[in-house]
């Protein structure tokens, strides 16, 4: 991996955390050459770098993208932490508390953050604020700065760090080191900057997505694109939209050709619009051909 101060990116992150890259390998480049299996040359063109990536995205063929690796060091708190080590194929090492002593840092939300509990989706919350929002961020900083007191003061009388740890919040904030490939971390921050994520680990998500971007453009904009911002649609919703779009009496498959010849459609390669135009055959149930290689020629 390469060690270079410039590689260095910090962004502070809610009252006390922040997001650190110290460490990246591999490129766009990179990731395109291992598509290829090419370890001289690659490719020439920075179109065709774009055109493949986007491709293995877009198809899902995400074995290249393990050729590029992120690390970074991170510091929240212990509930986004207990959160973020669910994704289990990254590589972590975290500050003990056995080895080191807990510091006085620790999370207190801002008022306006503080608010319901949401009914339909019972894992979050609302953006409808509480009207005593402001004496329960008092509450919370002194329920936290009581727990460290006590913590401090079984420490002076002799308890040993690893019990004496054992009722600190978790709001307190924890390091940890974190490593992980591409493909990997893209399916960390799908998840983690979707808006049914937590606040708080989106915050961190989002800072990574920027950092990340700097030394992989194109792979990022390419998930935006095929990842992020898409949609999936099930068997059973597609059969409700196709039985819409039948009992509406819409040819959609002419809908589609007359809009491709009538609009530019810069955001879509000549081989994406044919394979949208298949995807719209599939869902009419019209037999289609895969072979886009041919249809592009002909």
Same mark, same amino acid.
């Given at each position: 991996?390469?060690?270079?101060?410039?590689?260095?990116?910090?962004?502070?992150?809610?009252?006390? =955390?922040?997001?650190? $890259?110290?460490?990246?390998?591999?490129?766009?480049?990179?990731?395109?050459?291992?598509?290829?299996?090419?370890?001289?040359?690659?490719?020439?063109?920075?179109?065709?770098?774009?055109? $493949?990536?986007?491709?293995?995205?877009?198809?899902?063929?995400?074995?290249?993208?393990? @050729? =590029?690796?992120?690390?970074?060091?991170? *510091?929240?708190?212990?509930?986004?932490?207990?959160?973020? !080590? *669910?994704?289990?194929? =990254?590589?972590?090492?975290?500050?003990?508390?056995?080895?080191?002593?807990?510091?006085?840092?620790?999370?207190?939300?801002?008022?306006?953050?503080?608010?319901?509990?949401?009914? *339909?989706? *019972?894992?979050?919350?609302?953006?409808?604020?509480?009207?005593?929002?402001?004496?329960?961020?008092?509450?919370?900083?002194?329920?936290?700065?009581?727990?460290?007191?006590?913590?401090?003061?079984?420490?002076?009388? =002799?308890?040993?760090?690893?019990?004496?740890?054992?009722?600190?919040?978790?709001?307190?904030?924890?390091?940890?080191?974190?490593?992980?490939?591409?493909?990997?971390?893209?399916? @960390?921050?799908?998840?983690?900057?979707?808006?049914?994520?937590? !606040?708080?680990?989106?915050?961190?998500?989002?800072?990574?997505?920027?950092?990340?971007?700097?030394? @992989?453009?194109?792979?990022?904009?390419?998930?935006?694109?095929? +990842?992020?911002?898409?949609?999936?649609?099930? !068997?059973?919703?597609?059969?409700?939209?196709? /039985?819409?779009?039948?009992?509406?009496?819409?040819?959609?498959?002419?809908?589609?050709?007359?809009? @491709?010849?009538?609009? /530019?459609?810069?955001?879509?390669?000549? $081989?994406?619009?044919?394979?949208?135009?298949?995807?719209?055959?599939?869902? +009419?149930?019209?037999?289609?051909?895969?072979?886009?290689?041919?249809?592009?020629?002909?």
């Amino acid at each position: 991996m390469e060690k270079k101060g410039e590689l260095l990116q910090v962004k502070n992150i809610l009252d006390h =955390g922040f997001v650190e $890259l110290v460490d990246v390998l591999g490129s766009d480049q990179a990731i395109v050459n291992a598509a290829r299996t090419s370890y001289d040359k690659g490719t020439k063109k920075v179109s065709s770098t774009k055109q $493949l990536i986007r491709y293995l995205m877009r198809h899902q063929h995400s074995g290249p993208l393990e @050729f =590029g690796e992120l690390v970074f060091r991170i *510091r929240c708190p212990l509930f986004v932490a207990r959160q973020w !080590f *669910r994704h289990r194929t =990254g590589s972590y090492n975290e500050v003990s508390l056995r080895y080191s002593e807990a510091t006085d840092e620790y999370y207190v939300p801002k008022s306006e953050w503080i608010t319901t509990q949401d009914r *339909r989706n *019972r894992q979050a919350r609302t953006g409808t604020v509480l009207n005593d929002s402001e004496l329960i961020r008092d509450e919370f900083n002194s329920d936290a700065n009581d727990l460290l007191k006590k913590y401090n003061n079984y420490l002076e009388r =002799g308890v040993a760090r690893e019990i004496a740890r054992i009722n600190l919040p978790l709001s307190l904030y924890t390091t940890f080191c974190y490593k992980s490939d591409l493909r990997n971390l893209l399916n @960390f921050l799908t998840l983690r900057t979707d808006s049914h994520a937590q !606040f708080e680990i989106r915050e961190y998500a989002e800072a990574m997505v920027e950092m990340a971007e700097k030394f @992989f453009p194109i792979t990022i904009q390419a998930w935006r694109d095929y +990842m992020k911002n898409s949609l999936h649609f099930s !068997f059973p919703e597609l059969n409700v939209l196709k /039985k819409i779009l039948s009992e509406a009496n819409i040819d959609i498959n002419e809908k589609v050709s007359e809009y @491709f010849d009538k609009n /530019k459609t810069p955001s879509l390669a000549e $081989l994406e619009k044919i394979e949208f135009k298949d995807k719209i055959r599939t869902l +009419m149930g019209d037999s289609i051909s895969l072979d886009y290689l041919k249809k592009k020629n002909d």
